[in-house]
């Protein structure tokens, strides 16, 4: 196991509703990003923080929102649901840059179901 | 723009024999690195091996390892010896360049073990 816990682990949501996913990160591990994986896909990106701020985004619109705690905890908020966001919702925590690999630790995901 | 690309949806393999999954990937970048995960259907996204692009030899991790054409921009892992327990879905991945954490998946290949 990797350290990283995320929660809850499953969830239904209906179209509109907002929702707030949370993950604690390994201990140390200071930057905590945040991947979208639809069934049958690759996860895709969403946004990545470092020390409280934001370091980098993907293609997702804004009412994907994140925050990250002094903790380094984090929160992944989605306004507005879409049918389209049902998803496994995969946290994952590392190091600042210290060494080559930048390797990131992923927890067991939050799945969300969006009717 | 940066892209991987796993060509094989599904493999088999026979239990104890050595299997192959292809990754080749898209990079302008000079500095990048290369990650394989698995992921059981318990969803969580385990590390396997890394390959860092100005490494000069294959990674190996135990029974894993990497083979790094840079030429061909080919990262394939190569597992050995194969269990049952490898049966999953494999993903290969790619680090942007500088400190960014952002991971670029494939599309994954779904590996059984045969007894």
């Known amino acids: 196991e990797t350290g990283v816990t995320q929660s809850p682990t499953h969830l239904i949501k209906t179209r509109g509703q907002q929702v707030t996913l949370r993950c604690s990160s390994q201990?140390?591990?200071?930057?905590v990003s945040w991947y979208q994986q639809a069934l049958g896909q690759g996860p895709q990106f969403i946004f990545q923080y470092y020390r409280e701020e934001e370091n980098g985004r993907g293609n997702f619109p804004p009412r994907f929102s994140g925050l990250q705690f002094p903790n380094y905890s984090s929160e992944l908020n989605v306004n507005a649901l879409e049918l389209d966001d049902s998803a496994l919702y995969l946290c994952a925590s590392s190091l600042a840059p210290t060494g080559q690999s930048y390797e990131q630790y992923f927890g067991p995901g939050t799945r969300l179901t969006v009717t | 723009a940066q892209k991987i690309t796993q060509t094989q949806p599904g493999m088999f393999v026979q239990e104890k024999e050595a299997v192959t999954l292809d990754c080749t990937y898209d990079t302008s970048d000079q500095s990048y690195g290369l990650f394989w995960y698995k992921q059981p259907s318990s969803g969580e996204m385990i590390f396997l091996i890394y390959?860092?692009?100005?490494?000069?030899q294959n990674a190996t991790e135990g029974r894993y390892s990497l083979n790094f054409q840079k030429a061909r921009k080919s990262a394939n892992l190569v597992i050995s010896a194969s269990q049952l327990g490898d049966s999953a879905m494999y993903f290969c991945?790619?680090?942007?360049?500088?400190?960014?954490?952002?991971?670029?998946f494939g599309s994954g290949t779904r590996l059984l073990v045969r007894p």
């Open positions: 991945a790619m680090r942007e360049g500088g400190s960014s954490y952002k991971l670029i």
């Open positions: 390959q860092g692009s100005y490494d000069e």
């Open positions: 201990s140390g591990h200071n930057t």
